[in-house]
Nanobody
Framework: HVQLVESGGGSVQAGGSLSLSCVVS????????MGWFLQAPGKEREGVAS???????SYADSVKGRFTISKDNVKNTLRLQMNSLKPEDTAMYYC????????????????????????WGQGTQVTVSA
């Protein structure tokens, strides 16, 4: 049973940084799409970044150059490094795992097909003040 647990959220000033982590209960990072999503109040969940089984990545236009998704296949940990944070980044952030069939695709494919993410963490709140 795959379980995801996020941590690292908090409140920061604009321009600051946060590092989010997601510990995965099963060694699947090298075998599936993994991703980070955000959900602002009253809004749908939106993709932030994805990383494929081979380590290739893809990002939402709004975070390119500021956020970095990475993973440690041995430690079973997914990470989102967030720099130059803006108030509009304020949201709940969720890590997610794709299905078993997502092995072998690119980060771009993972990001472009969010319906393939089926396992979700509980989320961690990020609040950025001006």
């Amino acid at each position: 049973h795959v379980q995801l647990v996020e941590s690292g959220g908090g409140s920061v000033q604009a321009g600051g940084s946060l590092s989010l982590s997601c510990v995965v209960s099963v060694a699947i990072l090298s075998k599936r799409c993994m991703g980070w999503f955000l959900q602002a109040p009253g809004k749908e969940r939106e993709g932030v970044a994805s990383i494929a089984s081979d380590g290739s990545t893809s990002y939402a236009d709004s975070v390119k150059g500021r956020f970095t998704i990475s993973k440690d296949n041995v430690k079973n940990t997914l990470r989102l490094q967030m720099n130059s944070l803006k108030p509009e980044d304020t949201a709940m952030y969720y890590c997610a795992a794709g299905g078993v069939w997502t092995s072998g695709y690119s980060g771009s494919w993972c990001y472009s097909n969010p319906g393939n993410f089926g396992t979700w963490g509980q989320g961690t709140q990020v609040t950025v003040s001006a």
